[in-house]
């Protein structure tokens, strides 16, 4: 069994994913068909966000839909439970869009997780692993 990196705020399950040299907490949402950064990501990789382009993002959920600012980079390489996931392109949202937009660097979609062949949730070692 692998080191924990997965964890529940209230009912939201959360998911540590590496980028850098750093752990990053992200939301694990599989009704979101995409991964988006947050705030967070935009304040401690500054220097990153900094070489993208401004655009005005549309997000859509249960909802509705809304247009927050952003910025778009071409690619962001995270690590996700002992794999290697692309975020292509990444959207770095600079407003807070979510109740829980606030707390974390993400929001971790289906994107993502379908780069992998298999996906492991497994509550009793609290572990999330990608193969």
């Known amino acids: 069994m692998g080191q924990a990196n997965l964890c529940f705020e209230g009912a939201f399950p959360v998911v540590q994913i590496g980028f850098r040299h750093s752990l990053l907490d ?15 990501f935009a304040n401690t990789f500054s220097d ?10 549309k997000l859509t959920g249960v909802g509705g839909s809304a247009n927050v600012d952003s910025v778009i980079l071409p690619s962001v390489t995270l690590r996700i439970g002992g794999h290697d996931v692309l975020l ?17 660097e993400g929001n971790l979609g289906m994107d993502l997780l379908n780069q992998a062949h298999a996906i492991t949730l497994n509550f009793q070692s609290m572990t999330l692993t990608l193969e």
């Open 88 to 104: 292509q392109p990444a959207h770095v949202l600079l407003q807070k869009s979510s109740g829980t937009s606030g707390m974390f």
């Open 26 to 40: 992200f939301t694990v949402d599989t009704g979101a068909q995409n991964t988006d950064l947050y705030q967070a």
């Open 48 to 57: 990153l966000v900094k070489s993208g382009k401004r655009e005005s993002h």
